[in-house]
């Protein structure tokens, strides 16, 4: 069974700041990580997917990295804005079955003005 | 395409109520997948379709549960009756086929459907 874990779970920063969420999973096999962001009251935006062959993804300020071996990830957001506060999750794939994804608890980040 | 949709947004019913959620797909997308999400708990997966013939569900918490996709634009899951620890945001997400090697696509969340059971 796949476990998923997002440490800390809670995150508070000035603006300006690069900072780093972990995730960490206990299923190596797996085909691929996803970084999800959730703002309160909203559904979930996909906004990385990393396959199990690649070690990191890009998209803008966000840079994702995979390290299979040992069963983390790691989301680093650079210069980092008010804009950027939300709930943002990483989910594994469960069972290594392709789409079924076990999410992690979720790091709860505020970027103050 | 409009994204996932999902209906009610709200819903707020008394204990022992049937509630029906509903939940229209992105077209072309043959995976749909129902989340509930809980402060306790975090989000877990329901039970997921490929091809509107449910795959695993496993997730499903009881017999209360049911969950049915009778086209490919169109799922429900039913609750009878409902109870106050069944209060939660429900999510569909929906996503296209695997493509050759990856195992999986990106997942496309619906708003959720916000449940408060009296």
């Known amino acids: 069974k796949q476990e998923v874990t997002q440490i800390p779970a809670a995150l508070s920063v000035p603006e300006g700041e690069n900072l780093v969420l972990n995730c960490s999973f206990t299923?190596?096999?797996?085909?691929?990580l996803q970084w999800f962001r959730q703002d309160p009251g909203k559904g979930l935006t996909s906004l990385l997917l990393i396959q199990s062959s690649q070690r990191e993804q890009t998209s803008g300020r966000l840079n994702a990295s995979l390290d299979k071996s040992s069963g983390r990830s790691t989301l680093y957001i650079a210069a980092s804005q008010p804009g950027d506060s939300a709930t943002y999750l990483c989910?594994?794939?469960?069972?290594?079955?392709?789409?079924?994804?076990?999410f992690g608890g979720g790091t709860r980040l505020m970027v103050k003005p | 395409d409009a994204g996932v949709i999902q209906s009610p947004r709200h819903e707020v019913t008394e204990m022992g109520q049937e509630v029906t959620l509903r939940c229209k797909p992105i077209?072309?997308?043959?995976?749909l997948f129902w989340y509930r999400q809980t402060m306790m708990r975090g989000l877990e997966l329901l039970i997921y379709?490929?091809?509107?013939?449910?795959?695993?569900d496993s997730g499903m918490p009881e017999d209360r549960f049911s969950a049915k996709m009778p086209n490919a634009s169109f799922s429900t899951l039913k609750i009878q009756p409902s109870e106050p620890r069944d209060s939660a945001v429900y999510f569909c997400a929906s996503s296209p086929p695997p493509g050759a090697g990856s195992g999986a696509n990106v997942l496309t969340f619906g708003a959720g459907s916000r449940l408060t059971v009296l």
């Open positions: 989910a594994a794939p469960f069972h290594n079955a392709g789409n079924m994804l076990t």
């Open positions: 077209s072309g997308h043959d995976y």
């Open positions: 379709f490929n091809n509107n013939v449910p795959i695993d």
């Open positions: 299923d190596s096999a797996i085909y691929n």
